[in-house]
């Protein structure tokens, strides 16, 4: 695939945690886009990858859960961005999302790792939670964040030293968040 559009000039995040950038990405809420809004659709994205085979389908339930798992992993990252743990309530409903894609533990030719279990969709879509683990694991996945203005909520990649980049770009939701509480605070005075 095609390196994706980054705003800000930033370069994706590395190799493999671009995986689940990409995948979060695909829902941009300011701009009303949604690459994967059907089973078919996520079927196609999933395939581009090389994630499922050409005889694999998304099923209703696979496609209810992979939407909730992007739901789940937006708002890891937006907790990355914050540096606060999402309470437990969501916590929970994040381990339900999570839950939809079991892993095991692999031999693997590069030594043993997380991979996902199941077949077909549910493994590949499962191939995107291995990445969350392996991450973690790196210690790569605590810079995959998502843009705090609540509009965007793009996913981006902070390679700043002390990790303290909170917006996808500062020209463009950096500026609107600054221009807004100074709009505030110029209210608050009069
Ligand atoms: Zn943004």
Known sequence: MAASFQPGGRAPAPEPLDLVQDFVNTEIPDWNRDDIATPEALAAWLRARGLICAADVVDGETFVAARALRAALRELALANTLDEAPAPARRAAIDAAFGAFPLVVRAGSDGPGVAPAGSGARRGL????????????????????????????WLFYDVSRNRSSSWCSMQVCGGREKSRAYRRRRAGRT
């Open 126 to 153: 499962g191939a995107i939670v291995a990445v969350v683990a392996a991450a973690r694991a790196a210690g790569t996945w605590e810079r995959l964040k998502a843009c705090r203005q609540e509009t965007c909520g």
